[in-house]
C-alpha cells in the first residue's frame, strides 16, 4: 500500500537526527515538508494544510521542542494536538431539540451513502437513545431509492413514511404529523443526493428545512472525498447552516483527510462515522482518534470500545492487559477467534492496533476462511497444550493435524504464527514503555 | 451528432470550470511572466485538481522542459504547451471495443461512485450507435439495486437479466450470458456492487464474475472498466491499484464532472497505472455520458 504512516515517517526524519541532540530550525522545515506531503495525500485541503503547517511550524520551533531530549516526539505530539483541535476537539453529540418529534435533516452529494446512513442513524438512536424512530424518503428523483429505504427501514425495524415521486417539501411536512399520530418522537429524513452548485436543487432542500424545522442538519460526506470536499461543505452550509457533519466509507484504507477540511472550512463537527457496510457499522465520531488514523497510529481507543459493545467489560479488560502484557496462550487465541468475530473483521481490528500500519499488515494476509482452520487446529489440542504450546513435539503434532483434518504443515505455521504475534506484542509493550510517552500521563499510550 | 458532440464538450467546459474559469486559467491570466510564482501557483492548482503530489511534479517538469526547450517565453504560450502535455498523457494507448464485434464491459468500483447509472446511459448511448446491449445485474447486494437498474433498462429499452437480493452475482452473469447469445445480443453490461476495495472476498467475487465471463464467451472482447467518482481524491489511487490486481481493470469511467471537482486524479491513475478514461459523466440526463477524448479533456481542464 502507498500510504505508510506520517507517525512513522516522522519517526524517520528525526531517527537521522538522533545523533544531533538538538533540532535545528532546517530540521523542523524538512519534517514540514513530510507533514505536508503525508496531508495531501491523505486528501487534507490545500489551504488547510499550508495553515496547519505554519501553526505547528510555530510551535516547533519554541524553545519546548528544540531544548527537549526527544523532540521527534514532540513534533509528532504537537501535530497530533493541532490536528484533534482542528477537528474540533472532542466528540460532538447529537442535539434532539426540545420540540417533538425531533427532525433530522440529512444532505449532500450522489453517492455520499445518505439512505445508508439513514437507516444506520435510525437503528443506532433506536438501539442507544431508545429513540423511536421514523424515516422518510425524500428522494424522488434517483430511480428506486425509495425502495432502497424501505428495504434498509425494514432490516433495522423501523418504519417508513414515503408519498412516491410527489413533491418532498410536502411529504416532509406530511411525515411529521404521521410521526406525531404514531407517536414517534424522532424523524430522518432521507433527501436526494444534489450537487452543491444546482440551483433549483438546493432550493428545494432549504425548503424542506423551512418547512419542518430540524434540530440537526448533517451533511453526509464520503470519507474518499478529495480536494472538493471544502466546496461543497461551503455551499451545502451557506444554504442549510449545518448543524453537523456524517463522514461515510471511513472502512476504506482511506485517512479521510477531508473529514479534517470540512470542519476546518464550516466550523461544524463531525457528529458520526459509517464504518462499514452492516447497518449496525455506525460510530460517533472522535476527533483524537481521528488524528491518530491521519498520523497513522492506530486507534486503541475504538478497538477497546468494539470490544466493549461487543462482549462485557472485564473481558475487554482482560483483552487489552493481555494483548499489552502479551502473556497470551492458545487459549486467548481461540477465545478471540470466537469474540473478534462479532466485533468485526480481523483486518478492521489489527488496523487499529498501534504500530501496525498498512504497509506491515500486507504480508499478514487475513482470510475468513484460513481463520476458521486455524480454530480447528486449536480445537484439536489437548487444554494443556494450549496453555504451554512448547510442550507440543512431533508426535503431538501429528496427532493435532489429524484430529483437525489437516496437515503437520498447517499446525507448524500456525504455531509459528502464534509465536510471531506473541512476539510482536512484546515489542508493541517495549515500544511504548521506551519512553514513548510519558509515565502516568495518558492512560492509554496511543502514539506517544 | 456534431452538435450533440459540441454541446457535451461545452458541458464539460463549464464543469470543469465552475470554480473561476478553468483549473488553470487564473495563472495564465495578466501577468506573462514565467517565474517561481509561476510554477508555484500552478503546483497549487494541479493539487486542488486532486492530481497529486507526485503527477504534479511530473507534469510540471515536462512543462519546465518543454519551455526550455521551445524558448518559451510567455504564460500564453504556456498553457499550450501544458494543454499538449496533458492530452498527451491521457491519450489511451489503446482502441475501445472493437466495431461491429461482440464486447462485455464489466462495470466495478466502490459504493456510491455511479456504477449504476453509467451502465444505463452507456446502455442508450451503444443503442444509439446502432448495438444491441443487454445488462445483467449483478449487484445482488445493495438494496433495490436491480430496481434501479430496471428503470434504467426500459428508458434506454435494452432487455436486463436480474435475480433476487442475495444471489449468486456470478451465477447472474451465467444467466444473462445464455440469454446475450439466445437473444443475439452484442454488447453485455454487468453492474456489480460496490465494493470497498480492501475487502478481499468481495474482490475475489470479482474474479470469479470475470472467470464465467472467459469461460462463457472465450475470446469476446472484455474492458473492465473502474468508475470513479470525480470528487473522489488520493484515494482513487488505491483503488485502481486493488480493483486491477483482482478484477484485472482495463480503464476508468469518470462520472460527476458536473460538480466543481476536476477528476485530477484520473491523470495520476494514467500515468502511474497506464489505465485510460474511456467515458466522462457530466449530468442527470442519459446524455450525459460520453466517450472520453483526452484533447477535450485537457483543454477543458486548462481553460484553453
Known amino acids: 500500500m502507498a500510504f505508510e504512516g506520517l507517525s512513522s515517517k516522522l519517526q524517520n526524519v528525526f531517527k537521522k537526527l538522533s545523533g544531533k541532540g538538538k533540532l535545528g530550525e532546517k530540521d523542523v522545515k524538512e519534517a514540514m515538508r513530510e507533514v505536508k506531503l503525508a496531508l495531501l495525500e491523505a486528501d487534507v485541503n490545500f489551504t488547510v494544510v499550508k495553515s496547519f503547517v505554519n501553526t505547528v511550524t510555530e510551535r516547533a520551533v519554541g524553545a519546548e521542542v528544540l531544548e527537549s531530549l526527544t523532540p521527534g516526539q514532540q513534533v509528532i505530539k504537537i501535530v497530533n494536538e493541532e490536528m484533534t483541535k482542528l477537528m474540533g476537539g472532542t466528540n460532538a453529540k447529537l442535539e434532539f431539540g426540545s420540540r417533538t418529534p425531533a427532525v433530522i435533516l440529512l444532505a449532500g452529494l450522489q453517492g455520499a451513502g445518505k439512505t445508508t446512513m439513514a437507516g444506520k442513524l435510525a437503528a443506532y438512536l433506536q438501539k442507544h437513545y431508545g429513540k423511536s424512530p421514523l424515516l422518510v424518503a425524500c428522494d424522488i428523483y434517483r ?72 434540530a440537526e442538519i448533517l451533511l453526509v460526506i464520503d470519507a474518499m472525498t478529495g480536494q472538493d470536499a ?112 462479532s466485533m ?76 510471531a504475534s506473541r512476539k510482536m506484542m512484546k515489542q508493541l509493550t517495549n515500544m511504548s514503555k521506551g519512553g514513548r510517552f510519558k509515565k502516568g500521563k495518558k492512560r492509554f499510550p496511543f502514539g506517544f | 451528432m456534431e452538435k450533440k458532440k459540441n454541446g457535451f464538450f461545452e458541458k464539460l467546459k463549464k464543469g470543469l470550470s465552475k470554480t473561476g474559469g ?82 462485455v464491459l464489466l462495470i466495478v468500483g466502490v459504493n456510491g461512485v455511479g456504477k449504476t447509472t453509467s451502465i444505463g446511459k452507456m446502455a442508450a448511448y451503444y443503442k444509439a450507435e446502432g448495438r444491441v446491449p443487454m445488462m445483467a445485474a449483478a449487484d445482488t447486494f445493495r438494496a433495490a439495486a436491480a430496481e434501479q437498474l430496471t428503470v434504467w433498462a426500459e428508458r434506454a429499452d435494452v432487455p436486463i437479466v436480474k435475480h433476487g437480493e442475495g444471489a449468486d452475482p456470478a451465477a447472474v452473469v451465467f444467466d444473462a450470458i445464455a440469454s446475450f447469445k439466445a437473444k443475439g445480443c452484442d454488447l453485455l453490461l454487468c453492474d456489480t456492487a460496490g465494493r470497498l476495495h480492501n475487502k478481499k472476498n468481495l474482490m475475489s467475487e470479482l474474479e470469479k464474475i470475470r472467470r464465467v465471463i472467459a469461460k462463457e464467451l472465450p475470446g469476446v472482447h472484455t474492458e473492465v472498466l473502474l468508475v470513479l467518482d470525480a470528487t473522489t481524491g488520493q484515494n482513487a489511487i488505491a483503488q485502481a491499484r486493488v480493483f486491477g490486481e483482482s478484477a484485472g481493470l482495463t480503464g476508468v469511467v469518470l462520472t460527476k464532472l458536473d460538480g466543481t471537482a476536476k477528476g485530477g486524479m484520473t491523470v495520476a491513475i494514467k500515468q502511474e497505472l497506464g489505465l485510460p478514461v474511456r467515458f466522462v459523466g457530466v449530468g442527470e440526463g442519459i446524455d450525459d455520458l460520453q466517450p472520453f477524448d483526452a484533447d477535450d479533456f485537457a483543454r477543458a481542464l486548462i481553460g484553453a
Open chain 1, 230 to 341: 471544502v466546496n461543497v461543505a461551503k455551499s451545502f452550509n451557506e444554504t442549510l447552516e449545518l448543524t453537523g457533519v456524517i463522514v461515510t466509507k471511513l472502512d476504506g484504507d482511506t485517512r479521510g483527510g477531508a473529514a479534517l477540511s470540512v470542519k476546518a472550512v464550516t466550523g461544524k463537527p463531525i457528529k458520526f462515522s459509517g464504518i462499514g457496510e452492516k447497518l449496525t457499522d455506525i460510530e460517533p465520531f472522535h476527533p483524537d482518534r481521528m488524528a491518530s488514523r491521519i498520523l497513522g497510529m492506530g486507534d486503541v481507543l475504538t478497538l477497546i470500545e468494539k470490544a466493549q459493545s461487543a462482549f462485557d467489560e472485564k473481558k475487554a479488560a482482560e483483552l487489552e492487559s493481555k494483548m499489552r502484557k502479551a502473556e497470551f496462550t492458545l487459549e486467548d487465541f481461540l477465545d478471540q477467534f470466537q469474540q473478534m468475530k
Open chain 2, 22 to 103: 478553468g483549473l488553470l486559467a487564473g495563472i495564465f491570466l495578466g501577468d506573462e511572466r514565467i517565474d517561481d510564482d509561476f510554477y508555484e501557483e500552478l503546483e497549487e492548482a494541479m493539487i486542488i485538481a486532486d492530481m497529486g503530489m507526485e503527477t504534479a511534479d511530473t507534469l510540471q517538469e515536462q512543462l519546465r522542459a518543454k519551455i526550455k526547450e521551445e524558448k518559451i517565453k510567455t504564460r500564453t504560450e504556456a498553457r499550450e504547451a501544458l494543454a499538449n502535455i496533458l492530452a498527451d498523457a491521457m491519450r489511451p494507448e489503446k482502441g475501445f471495443i472493437p466495431a461491429g464485434e461482440k464486447a
Open chain 1, 344 to 419: 468485526g473483521s480481523m483486518q478492521d481490528i489489527l488496523g487499529m492496533i498501534p504500530g501496525m500500519d498498512a504497509a506491515k499488515l500486507g504480508n499478514v494476509e487475513i482470510d475468513e476462511k484460513q481463520t476458521a482452520r486455524m480454530e480447528a487446529i486449536i480445537r484439536a489440542m489437548t487444554p494443556q497444550e494450549r496453555r504451554k504450546p512448547d510442550i507440543i513435539n512431533a508426535s503431538r503434532r501429528k496427532r493435532i493435524a489429524r484430529g483437525s483434518g489437516t496437515s503437520i504443515q498447517e499446525v507448524n505455521r500456525l504455531l509459528n504464527q502464534f509465536e
Open chain 1, 143 to 214: 430511480p428506486a431509492a425509495i425502495k432502497q429505504l424501505q428495504v434498509v427501514g425494514e432490516k433495522v425495524g423501523v418504519p417508513v413514511f414515503e408519498r412516491g415521486q410527489s413533491d418532498p417539501v410536502e411529504t416532509a411536512k406530511l411525515a411529521i404529523e404521521h410521526a406525531n399520530r404514531n407517536l414517534k418522537d424522532l424523524v430522518i429524513i432521507d433527501t436526494a443526493g444534489r450537487l452543491h452548485i444546482d440551483g433549483d436543487m438546493m432550493a428545494e432542500i432549504a425548503a424542506v428545512k423551512e418547512a419542518v424545522n430540524p
